[in-house]
Nanobody, 126 residues
Framework: QVQLVESGGGLVHTGGSLRLSCAASGRTFSSRYTMGWFRQAPGKERDFVAAISWSGGSMMYAGSVKGRFTISRDNAKNTVYLQMNSLKPADTAVYYC??????????????????WGQGTQVTVSS
């Protein structure tokens, strides 16, 4: 398993931007982990946001964020990023980083991932 720590959350106005980071440690990028971002709003299920393959060559996005969010990774730094632009109040949620040693990027269910961070709060005010 890997240990994941998210950072970069905060409060922004509608239309603003944030960049989330997820630092991995442990059995990390020496293994071929697919990395994903999920989010959970109060009273709702945890939803897929984006995923990136080990090489960084393949990405997958939820329809609600496509064109606004960009996932990337720096394997030398054991870090995954989520650049979030044109933020909306509907993007308000706790954002979680996740890792999977087996899942392909098109696996958008949380059950496909076996390591999770503690989450970082993103709040978008109207």
């Amino acid at each position: 398993q890997v240990q994941l720590v998210e950072s970069g959350g905060g409060l922004v106005h509608t239309g603003g931007s944030l960049r989330l980071s997820c630092a991995a440690s442990g059995r990390t990028f020496s293994s071929r982990y697919t990395m994903g971002w999920f989010r959970q709003a109060p009273g709702k299920e945890r939803d897929f946001v984006a995923a990136i393959s080990w090489s960084g060559g393949s990405m997958m996005y939820a329809g609600s964020v496509k064109g606004r969010f960009t996932i990337s990774r720096d394997n030398a730094k054991n870090t995954v990023y989520l650049q979030m632009n044109s933020l909306k109040p509907a993007d308000t949620a706790v954002y979680y980083c996740a890792a999977s040693a087996t899942a392909a990027v098109w696996r958008t269910v949380s059950q496909a991932y076996d390591s999770w961070g503690q989450g970082t709060q993103v709040t978008v005010s109207s």
